[in-house]
């Protein structure tokens, strides 16, 4: 089946969008974390910034908000469970029941060059169930042939929360050989909101350390391998009823690249990798604990893809299998105070066995038009591997099984047209995803958000949708440039938390049981307008509009969908120096879904403000950058702050950061 699938397929690929000027597809996107020769999009905070900030730079990059590190990306207003994460192409997978830790808390801004988004059903190779779109975190590699000896040094201070942040790294680069490495360490306490009250449990320490080795074993043969260890620990969650003791990661790769000469066929390159996660919960230094508990989970994920990249007259393509296995596993102690304590498996020790194939071309058909293909087919095998959680939830459903396979795919097609001034793109796609281990086999998981015990369900059918996407962009010279774009998918099987009465919730001070479910249909839309403006040669201004839209079956609103959202920022910049201001907000909040437990969100506006002077003196380059975010010290909440906690008020930050 496989076979015939590559043969129906055209081949083809993506450009990579680290290497391109600009990403070819409009529904691309990139954001530079540490790069020095690079002037694309990056956090004005630079290298110092974290990662969340840094994510936040993409345009259809939302971020919710549980405390003040970890925030859980969303891609056109769809959450974790409808987009993929791989760091260079490797599987992880989160292992908390709560979400404290998307994957992209386990890296460091110093680990990265950019994180790149595909948008949508056109995802990386290694992505599956990327309805919303595919994030691949690129990570930091020297390379060969680069300079003898670099070292990089930086520190930041930012007023609010006392947030320290200090890295140092180091690259040595020749022909044969290559190795980067470095390490980092944040530390916050406690924020302040714009009321000047001081948001408890916002506290969190993050330590992380990374190494990169290259070795060229033929002229045209690599191997390369990285590990990265990262260690948060005493992490508050303000809107949670727990923090973490500890979150920690362990992230390792092999790799082998082979480099043509020439011919159709480029490269072809094939990574093993393995990470483990651990992840434990406290909630011991939180006052009034009516019932305390013992939360931990762990996540194992051991993969390998091979990716063979050709690049012909007319065809970019890409050709790329993966395999990989996840097990993750929490359960859940609970101390009633005197009884005798009680143990609950929350995840049954799942293990997932994925493979896919997937297929990408670009393809020129001149004239300034390209048409862009990409498709993936993936089957999964699924285990519950413990007796306890598995006869846990068969009381719920007598006819289940403890084994699942399921087949998963997508399909996207996309059409450019590039003549002198324009840029106009129209796109379609089919795609779909398996059901979470939580949305299949959770078990009596509190939600804070809707204050409800979750159930999964191991009957749910696979949740697919159609997208239909166009672009549109203006651009004289290199002074002006207006675009416009939107997309839109048309869910069937749509999984959510559906209310079951029959049920009684287990969690002190739930409102009771939602068991997940499928939704006939619902639908997703988002539409932008940005603008770019160079008016003189130092002074730009950039703006942009952003609308969404969520609908249920039954044409109520979805949660966590942005409200009308804003941004216009001007940038003065002068040989070395550099200053910005932005104004930023959201509309109110009007098509909030009280159905699932959302509340109405106000209207906000903040203005933030910063500068930076670069400075050469011979080898060594000094970059000292100071800002200040939410000048006017305003009191606000977003859509996607849980339980509406507060943001930081006032924050007055300063850092430098020294390459030599
Ligand atoms: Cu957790």
């Not at 059918?461 to 672009?471: I, R």
Request: some cysteine; overall charge negative; aromatic content about 12%.
């Amino acid at each position: 089946m496989f076979a015939l699938f590559v043969l129906s397929t055209i081949l083809s690929a993506n450009a990579d969008a680290d290497t391109t000027a600009a990403p070819l597809h409009e529904i691309d996107e990139v954001v530079v974390v540490t790069s020095a020769n690079d002037s694309r999009r990056r956090s004005l905070k630079g290298q110092t910034a974290s990662i969340d900030e840094h994510l936040s730079e993409l345009s259809r990059v939302n971020l919710v908000r549980r405390g003040s590190y970890a925030w859980e990306p969303v891609v056109n207003n769809m959450t974790t469970e409808r987009v993929s994460t791989t760091i260079d192409g490797m599987k992880i997978f989160y292992a908390c029941t709560d979400k404290m830790d998307p994957v992209t808390s386990y890296v460091e801004s110093g680990n990265l060059q950019s994180i790149s988004l595909n948008s949508g059903l056109n995802g990386n190779p290694q992505s599956t169930g990327n309805i919303g779109g595919s994030l691949d975190l690129k990570l930091r590699k020297v390379g060969f042939d680069s300079e003898t000896f670099v070292a990089n040094a930086s520190a930041g201070y930012e007023a609010n929360g006392h947030l320290q942040v200090y890295g140092a790294d180091a690259a040595i680069s020749t022909h044969r050989f290559y190795t980067n490495f470095g390490l980092f360490y944040r530390h916050a306490d406690n924020y302040r909101a714009g009321d000047g009250h001081v948001v408890d449990f916002s506290q969190f320490q993050k330590v992380n350390t990374f190494a990169n080795v290259g070795l060229r074993t033929g002229e045209r043969d690599i191997i390369e391998a990285t590990a990265i260890f990262d260690r948060a620990t005493d992490v508050g969650y303000p809107a949670l009823n727990m923090d973490v003791a500890k979150a920690e990661g362990i992230i390792t790769s092999l790799s082998h690249r082979h480099e043509f000469a020439d011919g159709f066929i480029r490269r072809w390159e094939t990574k093993a990798y393995y990470n483990h996660i651990t992840h434990i919960m406290d909630d011991t230094k939180r006052p009034d604990v009516a019932i305390h508990m013992d939360m931990p989970g762990e996540s194992w994920t051991a993969g390998l893809y091979s990716l063979i990249s050709a690049n012909g007259a007319r065809h970019e393509a890409q050709l790329n299998y993966d395999i990989y296995y996840n097990r993750v596993f929490a359960d859940m102690t609970m101390y009633p105070g005197g009884a005798a304590p009680m143990y609950m498996v929350t995840w049954p020790d799942v293990g997932t066995l994925c493979t896919g194939l997937a297929a990408s071309d670009d393809i020129a058909i001149g004239h300034n038009q390209h048409i862009h293909l990409s498709a993936k087919v993936a089957q999964q095998w699924q285990r519950l591997n413990d007796e306890e959680g598995y006869h846990a939830l068969k009381v719920f459903f007598p006819h289940m099984t403890d084994a699942y396979v399921q087949t998963i795919g997508r399909i996207a097609a996309s059409y450019a047209w590039q003549p002198t001034h324009w840029n106009v793109t129209l796109g379609a796609g089919w795609g779909s995803r398996a059901p979470t281990v939580t949305e299949a086999y959770g078990y009596y998981l509190n939600n804070t958000f809707d204050q409800y015990d979750y159930i999964g369900n191991p009957h749910l059918s696979n949740e697919s949708a159609v997208e239909l996407n166009a672009s549109a962009r203006w651009t004289e010279g290199s002074r002006l440039t207006i675009g416009v774009e939107g997309n839109t998918f048309l869910f069937s099987d749509y999984i959510i938390g559906q209310f079951e009465d029959r049920l009684s919730a287990m969690t002190v001070g739930a409102e009771g049981v939602k068991v997940y479910g499928n939704l006939s249909h619902a639908t997703i839309a988002n539409a932008s307008f940005n603008a770019q403006w160079q008016a003189t040669d130092g002074l730009a201004w950039r703006g942009k509009l952003g609308y969404s839209l969520g609908r249920d079956d039954e044409g109520d609103p979805l949660p966590l969908i942005s409200p009308v959202a804003y941004a216009l920022a001007a940038t003065y910049s002068r040989s070395g120096f550099m200053a910005n201001a932005e104004l930023k907000g959201n509309a109110r909040q009007v098509d909030f879904g009280p159905k699932y437990g959302e509340t109405e969100t106000l209207a906000y506006a903040v203005v933030n403000l910063s500068a930076q002077y670069a400075l050469a003196i011979k080898k060594t380059s000094l970059v000292v950058r100071v800002g200040v975010e939410n000048l006017l010290d305003k009191a606000y909440t977003t859509y996607a702050d849980w339980r509406e906690i507060p943001q930081k008020g006032r924050n007055v930050y300063a850092n430098v950061a020294v390459t030599f």
